[in-house]
């Protein structure tokens, strides 16, 4: 069965530091997301994106965020300077244009130190 | 803003029980509700969609939506100590709008 993948599982940088986070969406979707839980907190959403631009981004996806899709199956989430309160579990999600049920990665744990 | 509410829990129900999950949402906007299971450090694992109004039976999973009383819920039968996880409400007009959880724990 088709699924997301993400890489790396754990990513542990400094402060300051740029992360790339990278998602495999499944083959056929064509909406992508990411998505960020704060231990302890619920699942945030992030950005979306379709048609290689972004549809939609929320308060959180500010300046320090930028997504992009480098070639036709990669899908990554860079953060320019990371700050401490970035530490969290980063998913990746797709859906296909005829349905909203979306599928969820197996997640990136980034710790910021 | 809109808000998703869930009960936090813990639910605890005995193995074979009926467990009862229930998820309230602000945005009368919102056109389609998820339950996701979600197992600790792990992701979200879609198990239930439900766009119309009334019940939508999958197996031993029932999801139930009432879009004037802004309420959908979701009832696992015959629970299992394997169903023990949090499981998180979301509904959308797009992006997912999650409700925190509720933990459910199945007892032997």
């Known amino acids: 069965e088709p699924e997301v993948t993400q890489t790396p599982s754990h990513q542990v940088t400094q402060m300051g530091q740029e992360v790339i986070l990278r998602c495999v969406p499944i083959s056929n979707h064509l909406y992508f997301y990411w998505y960020r839980q704060i231990l302890g907190q619920k699942v945030e959403f992030l950005v979306s994106?379709?048609?290689?631009?972004?549809?939609?981004k929320s308060e959180i996806f500010d300046d320090q965020f930028s997504v992009e899709r480098p070639d036709g199956s990669n899908f990554t989430l860079k953060i320019r300077s990371t700050k401490l309160e970035d530490s969290a579990m980063y998913f990746c999600?797709?859906?296909?244009?005829?349905?909203?049920?979306?599928?969820f990665g197996p997640g990136t744990r980034l710790t910021v130190t | 803003q809109k808000e998703v509410e869930q009960n936090s829990g813990p639910l605890s129900v005995p193995e074979g029980a009926i467990a009862s999950l229930n998820c309230t949402y602000s945005?009368?906007?919102?056109?389609?509700f998820f339950w996701y299971r979600q197992y600790s450090g792990k992701s979200p694992e879609l198990i239930m969609f439900?766009?119309?109004?009334g019940d939508k039976e999958d197996g031993r999973f029932t999801a139930q939506l009432n879009k004037a009383s802004q309420y959908v819920s979701l009832l696992i039968r015959d629970s299992q100590p394997s169903d023990s996880a949090t499981y998180l409400c979301a509904v959308t007009g797009y992006a997912l709008n999650f409700g925190k959880g509720t933990s459910l724990l199945v007892t032997p």
């Open positions: 994106f379709y048609n290689n631009e972004i549809s939609e």
């Open positions: 439900i766009y119309s109004n």
């Open positions: 999600a797709s859906n296909t244009r005829d349905s909203y049920e979306q599928y």
């Open positions: 945005d009368r906007g919102s056109q389609s």
